[in-house]
């Protein structure tokens, strides 16, 4: 046995399967809006040696950020114990199915195969896209970095909007790829004339199959999607910046050349907006100290899950699968242990698999997001 391997089984006997994490925040080309708790103004968290901002918080986490020149192991989650410098990759690398499961250890391998964020944008993205799972696969020549495409689904909390709390999803019907590429070529936001837009409600959100175009806004944003950091854009300015062809179409020539991958058919359908909209479901069950709500419904896609869990006194949960979560509000226990908003963990699939009670303590509810890898 190893080093590695020494220290994550010590890890996991002594957090017996609680694995906390620590706050992993990433840097982006957009500015954040103070929302994060690292800054009091919006922009505050620039970065002048690299030129971006941090707007994000990336959760149990195994996916390196992809940009130019990120800083050495950006974006993979650390695990918080005594000091020690381990990822969760690292942890993931060694003791896989102890973690994850047999299960989804074999069809996934050794990283935790759902990615989840928290997004704040002082102003709205830029306009873009993910490929599909196929497109990956197909083209390795161009997605050589990565190995999944890319859905994602978005949750607004109740948090201080920001300016343009819009999300634009698809194209309108009848717009074409060649309407697409004329407006792309004519600058400014044109191509987003081409888009229908939807206001990003407090409580619900968005789910965004892959491939198409999509713009997400100021809403402080839960995300939750596949893990991989590959997109392709729809815009050659942001922000009053020109980007470069590496920001912009990575792994190819031309913006052109890469819109043979946008979902056309999906993306024009006249009821993207509403075929696509996220609203709650209240979840069933024994559990009278509280209740729960899939803001993530598993039957919307098998790629990934999640829920928020509003403690009144006290909740018992049984998962079938790992999964990480994100205390929202509040403070209390897990089993013995204090928890308070902010903190992160990672559940693995052994001791998901047994009953766990949270428990509110304080005038505060105790509220945190549940969030899942694939179905199995």
């Not at 020109?242 to 050349?257: A, C, L, V, Y």
């Not at 803001?295 to 999964?323: A, D, R, W």
């Amino acid at each position: 046995m190893n080093e590695l391997e020494s220290q994550v089984d010590t890890v996991l006997k002594e957090t017996e399967g609680f694995l906390k994490l620590k706050p992993n925040f990433v840097t982006r080309y957009y500015m954040d809006h103070a929302r994060l708790g690292l800054g009091k103004h919006p922009g505050d968290t620039y970065q002048p040696t690299v030129g971006r901002w941090i707007p994000e918080r990336w959760i149990a986490s195994t996916v390196e950020a992809s940009h130019v020149n990120p800083a050495p192991g950006e974006g993979l989650s650390l695990l918080e114990f005594r000091g020690l410098p381990l990822t969760l990759r690292d942890a993931l690398r060694v003791r896989a199915p102890e973690i994850l499961g047999e299960g989804l250890t074999k069809k996934y391998g050794g990283g935790f195969p759902v990615l989840s964020k928290i997004l704040d944008p002082h102003f709205p993205l830029v306009f873009h896209f993910h490929v599909r799972d196929e497109d990956v696969r197909n083209h390795p020549k161009h997605f050589s970095q990565h190995k999944w495409g890319k859905e994602e689904a978005y949750y607004f909390p109740h948090q201080p909007k920001g300016p343009t709390p819009y999300t634009h999803l698809g194209l309108h019907p009848g717009v074409t790829l060649d309407d697409l590429a004329r407006a792309i070529s004519r600058g400014g936001e044109c191509a987003l004339e081409l888009s229908p837009v939807a206001t990003q409600v407090f409580g619900q959100g968005m789910y965004v199959p892959a491939g198409v175009p999509h713009r997400p806004g100021t809403a402080l944003t839960l995300e939750i999607q596949q893990p991989s950091d590959v997109s392709l854009h729809l815009e050659w300015e942001f922000m009053d910046r020109r980007k470069t062809p590496e920001q912009t179409h990575p792994g190819f020539t031309s913006i052109e050349e890469s819109l043979q991958f946008v979902a056309m058919k999906n993306a024009t359908s006249s009821k993207i907006i509403e075929t696509n909209s996220l609203i709650p479901e209240r979840i069933e069950g024994e559990n009278s100290g509280g209740w729960q709500n899939w803001i993530f419904p598993p039957h919307v896609t098998s790629k990934f899950s999640g829920k928020l869990v509003c403690v009144e006194q006290e909740i018992s949960l049984q998962e079938s699968s790992p999964y990480a979560f994100l205390i929202w509000s509040g403070q209390g226990q897990l089993e013995n242990m204090p928890i308070k908003a902010g903190d992160e963990f990672l559940v693995t699939q052994p001791r998901a698999a047994v009953p766990h009670r949270f428990r509110r303590i304080g005038s505060k509810r105790l509220e945190f997001f549940a969030l899942f890898p694939p179905c199995i």
